[in-house]
């Protein structure tokens, strides 16, 4: 998911930062600090899925790396970045431990750009199919647990936590298609790239890792990507009351 090329120090300096201020908000705000223990097991879930995607689609495509490594697992602990999950719970956007891959064990019947275009979005792809199915949790439990249920302190918590995943999957799904490095877009654009934009892009790699420091630090990728998410919810929520009537 993500993977940077270049000092990461700098990098982890500015996010530590992000997160103290982020802390110092929840302190101060009892309500916004129990949101963010609500959110917490939508981001393992989030995150390992995502992660166990890429890998698995690796191993499909002919590349035992993943599995080598011990990715091949559900296991949260075996996906998780303390700094990006800790980005992911306080900031809405994160990442877990990028998954190890040789794209030259990939299967010959495609071109290794392919092969990696089909491995970086299937991390994506598994978040946005995680938010459907949770979605349709949500809405299953809406029609068949009566008031009763739906008005209790557990019903409550429940309902609220199937949300919370709801919505960290959409916008760790929506995040990573920004196509930017080191996010996963960045190779699912590549094969529909004419020849001299992909040797453009590669080339000035290192200029759109600085753009999308910028425009993260500076919000403007939540304000980017804002709309898709809104649109993406929008969608997966009438899709699944339209399925059960409600």
């Given at each position: 998911m993500f993977n940077f090329s270049f000092d990461r120090r700098m990098?982890?300096?500015?996010?530590?930062?992000?997160?103290?201020?982020?802390?110092?908000?929840?302190?101060?705000?009892?309500?916004?600090?129990?949101?963010?223990?609500?959110?917490?097991?939508?981001?393992?879930?989030?995150?390992?899925?995502?992660?166990?995607?890429?890998?698995i689609a690796a191993y499909?495509?002919?590349?035992?790396?993943?599995?080598?490594?011990?990715?091949?697992?559900?296991n949260p602990l075996n996906?998780?970045?303390?700094?990006?999950?800790?980005?992911?719970?306080?900031?809405?956007?994160g990442w877990g431990k990028p998954v190890n891959v040789n794209p030259s064990n990939y299967t010959r019947k495609i071109s290794m750009e392919k092969?990696?275009?089909?491995?970086?979005?299937?991390?994506?792809?598994?978040n946005l199919l995680l938010a459907f199915v949770f979605t349709?949790?949500?809405c299953a439990i809406y029609k068949f647990a009566g008031e009763v249920f739906l008005t209790s302190t557990v019903g409550n918590i429940i309902m609220t936590l199937?949300?919370?995943?709801?919505?960290?999957?959409?916008?760790?799904?929506?995040?990573?298609?920004?196509?930017?490095p080191p996010l996963d877009g960045s190779k699912i654009i590549m094969p529909f790239l004419p020849y001299n934009a992909k040797?453009?892009?590669?080339?000035?790699?290192?200029?759109?890792?600085?753009?999308?420091v910028v425009i993260w630090i500076t919000g403007i990728a939540g304000t980017i990507i804002s709309p898709a998410i809104g649109a993406v919810s929008s969608g997966i929520m009438n899709l699944g009351r339209l399925i059960f009537g409600i």
């Amino acid at each position: 998911m993500f993977n940077f090329s270049f000092d990461r120090r700098m990098i982890y300096v500015i996010i530590i930062i992000l997160v103290l201020f982020a802390f110092a908000e929840y302190v101060n705000n009892p309500g916004a600090l129990v949101g963010l223990l609500m959110s917490a097991p939508g981001v393992l879930i989030a995150i390992t899925f995502h992660e166990f995607a890429h890998g698995i689609a690796a191993y499909k495509l002919g590349d035992n790396t993943a599995k080598m490594e011990g990715r091949l697992s559900l296991n949260p602990l075996n996906h998780l970045d303390p700094i990006g999950t800790l980005m992911l719970l306080v900031a809405g956007f994160g990442w877990g431990k990028p998954v190890n891959v040789n794209p030259s064990n990939y299967t010959r019947k495609i071109s290794m750009e392919k092969g990696e275009a089909i491995v970086s979005v299937a991390g994506p792809a598994m978040n946005l199919l995680l938010a459907f199915v949770f979605t349709i949790i949500f809405c299953a439990i809406y029609k068949f647990a009566g008031e009763v249920f739906l008005t209790s302190t557990v019903g409550n918590i429940i309902m609220t936590l199937i949300q919370y995943t709801v919505s960290i999957n959409i916008g760790l799904g929506v995040f990573n298609l920004i196509p930017l490095p080191p996010l996963d877009g960045s190779k699912i654009i590549m094969p529909f790239l004419p020849y001299n934009a992909k040797e453009w892009f590669r080339n000035n790699e290192q200029i759109f890792y600085i753009i999308f420091v910028v425009i993260w630090i500076t919000g403007i990728a939540g304000t980017i990507i804002s709309p898709a998410i809104g649109a993406v919810s929008s969608g997966i929520m009438n899709l699944g009351r339209l399925i059960f009537g409600i």
